[in-house]
């Protein structure tokens, strides 16, 4: 049989289009494997869009904010770190992002490439990358907002990752992470239930030790400061900024510096709910977590 | 920067033609990116599309178009003389109003040709238990009175909501255009492809089908449907009729009455004119179609007027004459109706006299009964008389998956309805109000608009609530025209029968409310403690409504039971005495 539909790229071979769309479907089955995920996206999403919206009003006079602007991401940079089938970069990308996904799995990326080429609302300003993280902090290349979703949990070493994620931020960048917690409960209902009982996932996608519980995150960037980049302190001494979260107060941090907002699965509608902000219990599986790189200012 | 998002591609496909053995053809598609095709042009498919054209933030977001078959410049252009309306006429509730308000379609509607409805009249055919209820029942939020719910011509709303979008330029309207076929690539994700007759194609992220009863969309996306048609005829037309006196209100009360035959119902649509939707048995719809104008209106008036009884013969009258090819004169008819009226007492001065008072109505007192039915019919507007078959579908999803992923249903592609309580369009704009509010939701979280995921909310919202009103109406239907021995002797003993009439109140009552929905947030979008508050608040009102609804039902039941014992200790009275007397 010839091929009756168009080949949209010369270079590729006919095979590979064919082996990449049949585990593009596995990525983008939304009721497959990834289901949770995909239900899980807007809620990102949403988390994502109120956060640049929340900091836009504290930061420009409130006629300036336009909140129901669809494409509240129009000319920032964003990189979205561990991309997989390219679920996250390609809502980026439609909010007008100039999205960059990485993935360390060549065949993820080429997944999500095929996948955002089917879409031609996103595939000219949506690139992927077969790099690791640290690979980008040669070039000189920063971005606004870095997203890593549903990685910190499968990282060999956690601190230098939230390091490196940390240093490809502009100043006054955003980092967005989500993961779950390391609690009895986030045991039970991501391993035991959704792994051993239900299947959903499939067995041996998590590890339990590398759960990260959001106080450690906290910990870790109430100690981290950020290097000030040699060119700023004339005398070539490296400095350091102000730690990127300056106190907790009831061991929640200060609204303009980094959040924890829990993400609860309602299994009646099967759907992720955004808890709202101190919910009692919310954080203790699946966590969203933001923290704001310290302005320039600051770091002089 | 997306310079190419909206720009066209031209495709050239190499297809193998197998009957040309080898040689190869080569074709050439032009097609069209967009984000929403909506297929259909009627009220929910033209309501869908000024919704998401009046969102200014879509403008430079989506890019939509809609696809219809017909000529729609015939709706635009509509502009009929003042007192004749067009025989299709529908019932929207607050509910659909609050909507089309909000969208700003609203302020398009020529309301001078609507009515609103203030007052219902419902009474059963064969015991003539009756329920009236009025809009000063409804429980408002607001303190602006609203009626209960207003009629208006289907064109009327059509041709409004065609003006609305004049002003959405992101909204491309194709009429003239029909839907040759919709194909889609094999490998997943891909999108569907519309071929329309004159050759265009537009290839679109997610494809609406809002094209009716037979819907090409759904047999696209593979959707099963699960219905059944009743044996039943619906005939519309308009009617003309005195102003009611002074003693009287205006001309803002609908009625319907119960006949075995069907329901037959008296809409409101000015001083002087009515709409008819009389359900009746397709042999006797066709034998009424075919009588003299005058025959017909004679008829009518007597359908909600003479006794059952009486109603029957009349209709065997005109089955008859039908079949033998004869038609009933005027003279005939009218002569049957004042014999059988004289024969049930009916006093010439009570409403229920079909003699039309020669004094003019305003020199006279209205007699007591003057409310109890609409008023006097004098004449149908000349080709307003039609007919349509009555079914009750409902699709199994309304969002298809597979091949057929990236399609929605809404309206009538989705479910169709028995018109008794003026549901069908509600449940159409329901889905649209709650479709559109999933795509902006999507759209603002970055979403893909055509996926499951973004869909799933409006399944999820829609299917229950549709089905809730679709079968309590089913049931009255069945409950009205069934031959069941002892349903009908619980029929004819009246107070029952107050109970079901009761279960329509509450399916008019249910999606009659005057607040919008428009701003209630999906179960994602707000914080968990009002999702959770909205979840359980809905559980709580769904069982609610069914439980009444259930209430309703099982009240017949129980009735019947009660019917039955005390007949039992009837005939052992009846027994008794017949020994007493014996002894």
New interface residues.
């Given amino acids: 049989?010839?091929p009756?539909?168009?080949l949209r790229s010369s270079t590729v071979n006919a095979s590979e289009i064919a082996h990449f769309?049949r585990l593009?479907?596995e990525w983008?089955?939304?009721?497959g494997e990834f289901s949770f995920l995909?239900?899980m996206?807007?809620?990102r999403?949403?988390f994502i869009?109120e956060k640049l919206i929340e900091t836009a009003y504290d930061e420009q006079p409130e006629e300036a904010v336009d909140a129901?602007?669809?494409?509240i991401l129009?000319g920032l940079d964003v990189l979205d770190v561990g991309c997989g089938g390219g679920l996250l970069s390609?809502?980026?990308?439609?909010?007008?992002a100039w999205t960059t996904g990485i993935d360390a799995s060549e065949s993820n990326v080429a997944i999500a490439q095929h996948?955002a080429s089917?879409?031609?609302?996103v595939n000219?300003?949506l690139t992927y990358k077969h790099a690791p993280a640290e690979s980008l902090l040669s070039q000189s290349k920063r971005y606004d907002v870095v997203c890593s979703m549903e990685v910190l949990e499968h990282v060999d070493n956690p601190v230098m990752f939230l390091k490196t994620c940390a240093e490809l931020l502009k100043p006054s960048g955003h980092l967005f992470l989500s993961t779950i917690s390391r609690t009895p409960l986030s045991y039970f209902l991501t391993i035991f239930m959704a792994e051993k009982v239900f299947r959903e996932v499939a067995d041996g996608t998590h590890t339990y030790s590398k759960y990260i519980k959001p106080s450690e995150l906290l910990e870790f960037f109430q100690s981290y400061r950020s290097q000030l980049p040699s060119s700023v302190n004339g005398d070539g001494a490296q400095g350091q900024s102000r730690p990127w979260i300056t106190r907790l107060y009831n061991g929640e941090p200060t609204r303009k510096e980094a959040e924890v907002r829990g993400m609860?699965y309602?299994p009646?509608?099967?759907?992720?709910?955004?808890?709202?902000r101190g919910?009692w219990g919310?954080a203790e599986c699946n966590y969203l977590f933001w923290v704001r790189k310290p302005i320039l200012d600051d770091i002089l | 920067m997306l310079l190419h998002a909206n720009g066209s591609r031209l495709l050239f496909k190499v297809v193998r033609n197998p009957s040309t053995n080898g040689h190869r053809r080569l074709l050439s598609t032009v097609h069209e990116d967009y984000d929403v095709v909506i297929v259909g042009g009627g009220p929910a498919g033209l309501a869908l599309a000024s919704a998401l054209g009046s969102k200014n933030e879509f403008q430079n977001t989506l890019k939509i178009a809609l696809v219809e078959a017909g000529d729609l410049s015939v709706v635009r252009d509509w502009s009929p003389p003042a007192d004749t309306f067009s025989n299709r006429v529908v019932s929207l509730t607050n509910a659909s109003q609050a909507f089309l308000k909000g969208t700003g379609s609203w302020d398009h509607i020529e309301l001078h040709r609507t009515s609103p409805v203030e007052e219902m009249q419902v009474w059963d055919g064969i015991s003539d238990a009756r329920i009236s209820f009025s809009s000063s029942e409804m429980v408002s939020s607001t303190t602006d009175h609203l009626g209960m719910a207003r009629l208006i011509e289907t064109l009327n709303l059509q041709r409004g909501l065609l003006r609305h979008l004049n002003s959405s330029p992101a909204v491309q309207i194709i009429d003239k255009n029909k839907v040759q076929s919709i194909t889609v690539d094999e490998a997943p994700g891909s999108w569907p492809l519309v071929h329309l007759n004159t050759g265009q194609a537009l290839k679109t992220r997610l494809l609406v089908g809002a094209d009716g009863p037979n819907s090409p969309v759904r047999s696209f996306a593979k959707i099963p449907s699960y219905g059944w048609s009743y044996d039943t005829q619906a005939i519309v037309c308009t009617l003309d009729h005195p102003p009611k006196g002074p003693f009287l209100g205006p001309n803002t009360t609908a009625y319907q009455r119960f006949l075995p035959t069907g329901p037959v119902a008296f809409l409101p649509i000015s001083t002087t004119a009515s709409s008819l939707v009389w359900s009746t048995k397709p042999a006797l719809a066709t034998a009424l179609k075919a009588c003299e104008p005058s025959v017909l209106a004679r008829m009518i008036n007597a359908a909600f007027r003479l006794p059952d009884v009486s109603m029957q013969y009349l209709h065997e009258r005109i089955l008859e004459a039908h079949e033998a090819g004869k038609h009933i004169t005027d003279e005939e008819i009218s002569a049957e109706i004042l014999w059988r009226e004289q024969s049930h007492l009916i006093d010439s001065t009570s409403a229920y006299s079909s003699i039309i008072p020669d004094a003019s109505p305003n020199s006279r007192i209205p007699p007591s009964d003057a409310e109890m039915v609409p008023p006097l019919v004098k004449s149908i507007q000349p080709g307003t008389v039609a007919s349509f078959p009555l079914r009750y579908n409902h699709t199994e999803t309304y969002v298809g998956e597979g091949q057929g992923s990236r399609t929605v249903l809404v309206g009538d592609a989705a479910h169709t309805i028995h018109p008794l309580a003026g549901q069908g369009l509600n449940l159409g704009l329901g889905d649209v109000e709650c479709l559109s509010r999933c795509i902006s939701e999507a759209v603002l979280r970055g979403g893909d608009i055509g996926s499951y995921t973004a869909l799933l909310p409006y399944t999820q919202e829609r299917y229950l609530q549709n089905h809730t009103i679709m079968s309590a109406c089913d049931k009255l239907h069945k409950i009205y025209t069934t031959s069941f021995g002892p349903l009908v002797q619980l029929r004819s003993v009246g107070l029952e029968v107050l109970n079901e009439l009761d279960s329509i109140k509450v399916a008019i009552m249910m999606s009659a409310g005057s607040v919008s929905r428009t701003d209630r947030p999906l179960s994602y979008n707000s914080d968990a403690r009002a999702a959770m508050f909205n979840i359980a608040a809905q559980g709580v009102e769904n069982i609610n409504t069914v439980a009444h609804v259930a209430k309703v039902l099982r009240g017949g039941f129980e009735g019947l039971a009660v019917n039955v014992i005390q007949n039992l200790a009837k005939a052992a009275t009846h027994y008794q005495q017949s020994r007493k007397d014996a002894s």
């Fill in positions: 049989m010839f009756t539909r168009l769309s593009s479907a983008w089955n939304e009721r995909h239900k996206n807007p809620v999403m949403q869009r129901k602007k669809v494409r129009e390609e809502s980026l990308a439609r909010l007008g996948h089917l879409d031609s609302r000219s300003n609860i309602n009646l509608s099967a759907s992720w709910i955004l808890a709202p919910a919310a």
